[in-house]
C-alpha cells in the first residue's frame, strides 16, 4: 500500500504525455500528396482517396469502352474520409499525376479530372471552373506517367462531415473503340495528385487540429486540467506515506485524503468530456470563418476519464482506510489507557494494603 499511490502517479504522467499522431495518420495542412486507392470507400460506388498510400500491391482500373459517338465515360471516382473539422483548402496549383495506357495510339484519348466536394447530405460541388485534361494517352503493355497542371483560383471551406472526391473521365476521337487503363495502389505506379495548399497554422504539428471551438472559449485548459489530476495523486501519496504517531497525524492525513478527491474528480471530468487544448485561435479574410486551434492529447479521451474514474475510487478506499486506521488508533489509545487505569488501581490498592498491614 506504501507505493501503489506512487505507481498511480506514474500510469497517470504516462497516460497523458501527448503523443504524436492523429486518427487517420496526420493532418489536412500546407502541401498534400493524395493517392488514388483501389480500395473501396465507405460509401458504395467510390474508392479510396486519402493522403495515405494503399498498403496494397499494384492494381489496374480499366475504363468503360468509349468512342467518338458515346461520349466520354467514367473510369472511377474517389472521395477521402469524412474530415471531422473545418478545413480550408487555398488556392494553388493541381498536379495530377497518373499512370495510364490507353489501347491504341490512332486518335486522341484523354482523361478530364474532375474535384468536387461531396457535403455530408450527399450534395455534390465541382470545383473547377476550367478543365482539366491530360495529354494524348499512348498505348502500351507498361503505362506511362501522364502529369496535367491545374492553377485554382479561388478558397474551398470543407466542413465536419464533408467529403474531398476526384472523378475521372475518358474520352476519345476515335470511331473505334478505346479503353484506358489507370494504375493505382502499389510502390511504383501509385497515380495521385499533388495538390494546392491547405490552410494550416504556422505551429500546426502531427498532434494538432484545427476545429471550430464548440464550447466558445470556455473549455478548461488542458494543463491545468493534467496539473490538477497530478496534485491529487500527489496528494494520495503524501496521506498514504506520511508517518502516523500521534493521533493528530491520522486527522492530518484523512485530511488531506479528502483535499485530493475534487483535483482528481477534475482530472477525471477533463477526460470523460475530451477537453482540448486551446491554443489560439485565427480567421481567414477570404472566408470570414474563425476557427480555433486545438491541440488533442491523446486519440480518445474518455480511456483517460476511465482512468480518472478509477482514480476516485483509489482516493475513496485511501481515505476509509484511513478513517479505520485512525478508529484502531483511537481504539488501542483508549484500551492503553484503561490498562494503564486498572494498573493504577491496582498498584494504588496493593499500596493500601501494604500501608495497612505495617500498621
Given at each position: 500500500?506504501?507505493?501503489?499511490?506512487?505507481?498511480?502517479?506514474?500510469?497517470?504522467?504516462?497516460?497523458?504525455?501527448?503523443?504524436?499522431?492523429?486518427?487517420?495518420?496526420?493532418?489536412?495542412?500546407?502541401?498534400?500528396?493524395?493517392?488514388?486507392?483501389?480500395?473501396?470507400?465507405?460509401i458504395?460506388?467510390?474508392?479510396?482517396f486519402?493522403?495515405?498510400?494503399?498498403?496494397?500491391?499494384?492494381r489496374?482500373?480499366?475504363?468503360?469502352?468509349?468512342?467518338?459517338?458515346?461520349?466520354?465515360?467514367?473510369?472511377?471516382?474517389?472521395?477521402?474520409?469524412?474530415?471531422?473539422?473545418t478545413?480550408?483548402?487555398?488556392?494553388?496549383?493541381?498536379i495530377?499525376?497518373?499512370?495510364?495506357?490507353?489501347?491504341?495510339?490512332?486518335?486522341?484519348?484523354?482523361?478530364?479530372y474532375?474535384?468536387?466536394?461531396?457535403?455530408s447530405?450527399?450534395?455534390?460541388?465541382?470545383?473547377?471552373?476550367?478543365?482539366?485534361?491530360?495529354?494524348?494517352?499512348?498505348?502500351?503493355?507498361?503505362?506511362?506517367?501522364?502529369?496535367t497542371?491545374?492553377?485554382?483560383?479561388?478558397?474551398?471551406?470543407?466542413?465536419?462531415?464533408?467529403?474531398?472526391?476526384l472523378?475521372?473521365?475518358?474520352?476519345?476521337?476515335?470511331?473505334?473503340?478505346?479503353?484506358?487503363?489507370?494504375?493505382?495502389?502499389?510502390?511504383?505506379?501509385?497515380?495521385?495528385?499533388?495538390?494546392?495548399?491547405?490552410?494550416?497554422?504556422?505551429?500546426?504539428?502531427?498532434?494538432?487540429?484545427?476545429?471550430?471551438?464548440?464550447?466558445?472559449g470556455?473549455?478548461?485548459?488542458?494543463?491545468?486540467?493534467?496539473?490538477?489530476?497530478?496534485?491529487?495523486?500527489?496528494?494520495?501519496?503524501?496521506?498514504?506515506?506520511?508517518?502516523?504517531?500521534?493521533?493528530?497525524d491520522?486527522e492530518?492525513?484523512?485530511?488531506?485524503?479528502?483535499?485530493?478527491?475534487?483535483?482528481?474528480?477534475?482530472?477525471?471530468?477533463?477526460?470523460?468530456?475530451?477537453?482540448?487544448?486551446?491554443?489560439?485561435?485565427?480567421?481567414?479574410?477570404?472566408?470570414?470563418?474563425?476557427?480555433m486551434?486545438?491541440?488533442?492529447?491523446?486519440?480518445?479521451?474518455?480511456?483517460?476519464?476511465?482512468?480518472?474514474?478509477?482514480?476516485?475510487?483509489?482516493?475513496?478506499?485511501?481515505?476509509?482506510?484511513?478513517?479505520?486506521?485512525?478508529?484502531?488508533?483511537?481504539?488501542?489509545?483508549?484500551?492503553?489507557?484503561?490498562?494503564r487505569?486498572?494498573?493504577?488501581?491496582?498498584?494504588?490498592?496493593?499500596?493500601?494494603?501494604?500501608?495497612?498491614?505495617?500498621?
Amino acid at each position: 500500500m506504501k507505493y501503489a499511490g506512487i505507481v498511480l502517479l506514474a500510469i497517470a504522467l504516462a497516460m497523458v504525455i501527448p503523443v504524436s499522431g492523429v486518427s487517420g495518420g496526420f493532418d489536412w495542412c500546407y502541401h498534400q500528396d493524395i493517392m488514388l486507392w483501389n480500395a473501396s470507400s465507405d460509401i458504395s460506388g467510390y474508392r479510396i482517396f486519402d493522403h495515405i498510400p494503399e498498403p496494397s500491391i499494384q492494381r489496374s482500373i480499366k475504363s468503360p469502352s468509349v468512342t467518338s459517338a458515346t461520349g466520354e465515360k467514367t473510369l472511377g471516382t474517389w472521395l477521402t474520409p469524412a474530415f471531422t473539422d473545418t478545413t480550408i483548402i487555398a488556392p494553388g496549383r493541381w498536379i495530377f499525376r497518373m499512370y495510364a495506357s490507353a489501347t491504341s495510339d490512332s486518335g486522341t484519348t484523354s482523361m478530364r479530372y474532375r474535384l468536387f466536394n461531396r457535403s455530408s447530405d450527399g450534395t455534390i460541388t465541382y470545383l473547377f471552373f476550367g478543365n482539366a485534361i491530360s495529354t494524348d494517352i499512348n498505348q502500351g503493355t507498361v503505362p506511362s506517367e501522364y502529369s496535367t497542371y491545374y492553377a485554382r483560383r479561388n478558397y474551398t471551406t470543407l466542413f465536419p462531415g464533408d467529403r474531398l472526391g476526384l472523378q475521372i473521365n475518358v474520352s476519345t476521337d476515335s470511331a473505334a473503340p478505346r479503353l484506358v487503363t489507370l494504375d493505382v495502389a502499389g510502390n511504383t505506379n501509385a497515380s495521385y495528385i499533388s495538390s494546392g495548399y491547405w490552410i494550416c497554422p504556422d505551429n500546426t504539428v502531427v498532434n494538432q487540429s484545427i476545429a471550430h471551438d464548440p464550447t466558445e472559449g470556455k473549455s478548461a485548459p488542458w494543463l491545468l486540467w493534467i496539473l490538477s489530476g497530478i496534485t491529487g495523486i500527489i496528494l494520495i501519496v503524501i496521506a498514504l506515506t506520511r508517518p502516523k504517531t500521534q493521533r493528530m497525524d491520522y486527522e492530518t492525513n484523512i485530511i488531506i485524503s479528502v483535499m485530493a478527491w475534487p483535483f482528481i474528480w477534475y482530472f477525471t471530468w477533463g477526460g470523460l468530456t475530451s477537453v482540448d487544448y486551446i491554443v489560439g485561435a485565427g480567421s481567414s479574410a477570404s472566408t470570414d470563418i474563425t476557427v480555433m486551434i486545438t491541440q488533442h492529447i491523446l486519440y480518445s479521451f474518455w480511456v483517460i476519464g476511465w482512468i480518472g474514474v478509477a482514480g476516485c475510487i483509489f482516493a475513496a478506499f485511501v481515505t476509509i482506510l484511513l478513517i479505520s486506521q485512525y478508529n484502531l488508533f483511537k481504539d488501542n489509545e483508549a484500551e492503553a489507557a484503561a490498562t494503564r487505569q486498572q494498573k493504577e488501581r491496582m498498584n494504588e490498592t496493593q499500596q493500601e494494603k501494604e500501608h495497612e498491614t505495617r500498621h
